[in-house]
């Protein structure tokens, strides 16, 4: 009998199972974090002027373009601690003047000043600045107090501007010095782009020889074909005239650098290692070609290791600059034959010297791609570069 009266409450719902645990609480995902590339940079060096009390503006050129932005100072080579005060973006209005309407302040953890340490570096904050691509924008930042020696990138082949005092947010630097380095400067980020190219080399990639106001450095006609091809890909030069493998001449060697340069780089996806050798090929007493292919497969092996894809270029002639030999000469064509062989590493190769040499005398830059120093590259010449980058190797 009392199996069927519990029957009989079951049936009907007078007894109830238990009710289900209750879910656990989400919280919620944290946005996806911002995705930076860089625009534009500069490969740095130590030996710079000092500063105290004055004004820097200092114009660079964008590659692509986005709807945000953030600098990147420096003191890598500095000896004491850098104060920067009151830095400040805006797009230009002419060659020494900014348009005040796009003036924007850039801080730091929130602060309108920063102190960076020896041997230190230091992103701004994401700042709400619609950055265009292939435009100038200036970088405008007002140093205090004393800097001691400053860290820079010598070959700007632009014309900056140094002033006295606190002029950040004037239109136009009142009693205005032209310089001819950045200072404090390596980068300019934006957020968003299919990721950025880094092109690593000495005076040939830094573009020595190219109009000083032109943008005509090989990577920046690289650039050119690129948006014009519609990608957004950032190109970003690190180039240092006189820079080496084997030593630290003009700038730390280029193993020294490699992953300042290149691998740190944000948004990195492709480097093309250039014209070093070069530097080490001319000198004094020329290290032996497996020295410096060794190197470039160090080289290579590191940028793998990154996930970075790697363009090998081939070294352009120089027979009859001041620094050739046939010693040079020969080690010219060693590099050359490891960058085309099959075991090289190399995930492309760009042969900069079949672009520029002279058929009928390969080992001299064919005359119309002379700047007249028999090194470096005319204008032409270093068109001549950026139109045998193949655009295809910059895909998934």
Excluded at 106 to 112: A, C, P, Y
């Amino acid at each position: 009998m009392r199996r069927a009266v519990v029957l009989v409450l079951l049936l009907s719902g007078c007894v109830r199972p238990a009710p289900p645990a209750p879910a656990p609480s989400r919280t919620p995902a944290p946005a996806p974090a911002a995705v930076w590339t860089g625009t534009w940079a500069a490969a740095v060096q130590g030996g710079g002027r000092s500063f105290g009390d004055q004004t820097l503006r200092q114009f660079v050129h964008t590659s692509i373009g986005g709807d945000a932005a953030r600098v990147r100072l420096t003191n890598e080579f500095g000896t004491e601690p850098l104060t920067v005060r009151s830095v400040r973006l805006a797009r230009t209005a002419g060659s020494d003047t900014i348009d005040p309407a796009t003036d924007r302040a850039l801080t730091f953890g929130g602060q309108d000043v920063v102190t960076i340490p020896a041997g230190g570096t230091a992103v701004s904050d994401e700042t709400p600045f619609p950055v265009p691509a292939d435009a100038d924008v200036a970088v405008t930042l007002h140093l205090p107090s004393a800097t001691g020696p400053s860290t820079r990138h010598a070959v700007a082949s632009r014309r900056n501007q140094v002033a006295a005092g606190d002029q950040v947010s004037a239109g136009r630097l009142t009693e205005a010095k032209t310089v001819s380095s950045w200072f404090f400067l390596s980068g300019l980020d934006v957020r968003g782009g299919e990721g950025a190219i880094v092109a690593f080399g000495a005076s040939i990639t830094d573009g020595l020889g190219s109009p000083r106001t032109g943008d005509g450095r090989w990577p920046d006609l690289l650039s050119d074909r690129l948006r014009a091809s519609g990608r957004e890909i950032g190109v970003l030069n690190t180039g240092i005239s006189g820079n080496r493998l084997t030593a630290d001449d003009h700038g730390e060697n280029a193993p020294g650098r490699f992953e300042r340069d290149v691998l740190h780089r944000p948004g990195v996806r492709w480097v093309i290692i250039s014209d070093d050798p070069l530097n080490d090929l001319g000198a004094t007493a020329p290290p032996p070609a497996d020295r410096l292919t060794g190197i470039l497969r160090q080289l290579i092996a590191e940028a793998h290791s990154s996930g970075v894809r790697v363009i090998c270029s081939t070294l352009t002639p120089f027979e009859g600059a001041g620094y050739w030999t046939g010693q040079g000469e020969s080690g010219r064509a060693a590099v050359n034959a490891f960058v085309r062989s099959d075991d090289s590493g190399c995930d492309a190769v760009l042969d900069q010297a079949a672009a520029v040499q002279d058929p009928s005398h390969p080992s001299r830059l064919l005359r119309r791609y002379d700047s007249g120093d028999h090194l470096h590259p005319s204008a032409e010449g270093l068109r001549a570069i950026a139109d045998a980058v193949d655009l295809s190797w910059f895909t998934d």
